[in-house]
């Protein structure tokens, strides 16, 4: 009896130090468990702050490409040539562009990361397509100025031949407004003996009783070849080879006066160019 109980004992014995190795066994995996997955947990939240702290990198970067704020056009480009400013315009958006792409890539290479590592968290997973989001919204910016910069050339272009054609305009009125005030101001004269005129077809007589105190006056057709032009805005003398002379034409008294100029010379000096002009032909009678 005492026998069968020892084995009994013995048995039993085994099978709780065999018991005992096991639970100890599962225990140690249970420890090695644990310490591999604080690792990891460790590990996850060492990426997870860099992610964070890469994300917020990002984020001042795409805040930092301004693209409605910043102006395209230097301030006094007005000055410069268009295509200085024009050249000046596409430089800053491919700054802007350059700037936006290097940032896509950033964060590609973020996400490309996260996946790799199997990083998974909805939080992360958002920010990033925030991110994303941001990037294209800048996108349509910056497509939207190059149609801006295509567009303020177009007017600049059409501006440019609008200004040439009114200054064209201008200049053709000007000259216009010149040979206008020049056709005004211009008078002919000729000068000559009662012969001389009358053979000219300047003057012819008349009045007189049988041919006697018969009197000159202009004839109203002229032979524009015996005249002399005078623009009296320029001038305002006419000289005359002569010791005396008449105006003969209806020229005003008032506007011109005849004076002495030295031996068998007088001179016409025109004193109201506006009255004196009003009879665009001057005939002066010598004797």
């Given at each position: 009896?005492?026998?069968?109980?020892?084995?009994?004992?013995?048995?039993?014995?085994?099978?709780?130090?065999?018991?005992?190795?096991?639970?100890?066994?599962?225990?140690r995996r249970s420890q090695a468990d644990y310490a591999q997955m604080t690792a990891q947990e460790q590990e996850t939240r060492t990426r997870y702050?860099?992610?964070?702290?890469?994300?917020?990198?990002?984020?001042?970067?795409?805040?930092?490409?301004?693209?409605?704020?910043?102006?395209?056009?230097?301030?006094?480009?007005?000055?410069?040539?268009?295509?200085?400013?024009?050249?000046?315009?596409?430089?800053?958006?491919?700054?802007?562009?350059?700037?936006l792409e290097r940032t896509k890539d950033r964060i590609q290479d973020l996400d490309a990361r996260l996946k790799?590592?199997?990083?998974?968290?909805?939080?992360?997973?958002?920010?990033?397509?925030?991110?994303?989001?941001?990037?294209?919204?800048?996108?349509?910016m910056i497509a939207q100025l190059n149609t801006q910069v295509d567009t303020l050339q177009t007017r600049v272009a059409g501006l440019s031949t609008e200004v040439e054609t009114?200054?064209?305009?201008?200049?053709?009125?000007?000259?216009?407004?010149?040979?206008?005030q020049h056709e005004l101001a211009t008078v002919f004269y000729t000068i000559g003996k009662k012969k001389e005129l009358m053979k000219n077809g300047v003057v012819v007589a008349q009045g007189g009783v049988l041919g006697v105190g018969k009197t000159l006056k202009p004839s109203g057709t002229f032979n524009e070849s015996v005249f002399t032009t005078?623009?009296?805005?320029?001038?305002?003398?006419?000289?005359?080879?002569?010791?005396?002379?008449?105006?003969?034409?209806?020229?005003p008294v008032s506007s011109y006066t005849l004076q002495p100029a030295g031996e068998n010379t007088l001179e016409l000096r025109i004193v109201d160019p506006k009255e004196f002009r009003k009879v665009k032909h001057v005939v002066i009678l010598t004797t």
């Open positions: 009896m005492r026998r069968s109980n020892v084995i009994v004992l013995g048995l039993i014995g085994v099978l709780l130090l065999g018991s005992t190795a096991v639970l100890y066994s599962k225990y702050g860099q992610a964070i702290g890469e994300i917020a990198a990002i984020q001042d970067s795409l805040d930092a490409i301004v693209v409605g704020e910043t102006p395209l056009i230097p301030s006094g480009g007005v000055a410069e040539a268009p295509g200085t400013q024009r050249d000046q315009m596409l430089g800053r958006i491919a700054t802007l562009k350059a700037g790799k590592n199997g990083i998974k968290i909805a939080g992360l997973e958002r920010m990033i397509h925030g991110l994303k989001k941001n990037v294209t919204e800048k996108e349509e009114k200054t064209q305009e201008l200049a053709t009125t000007n000259q216009q407004l010149t040979d206008q005078l623009d009296t805005d320029q001038e305002q003398v006419i000289r005359i080879p002569a010791k005396k002379a008449q105006v003969i034409s209806p020229q």
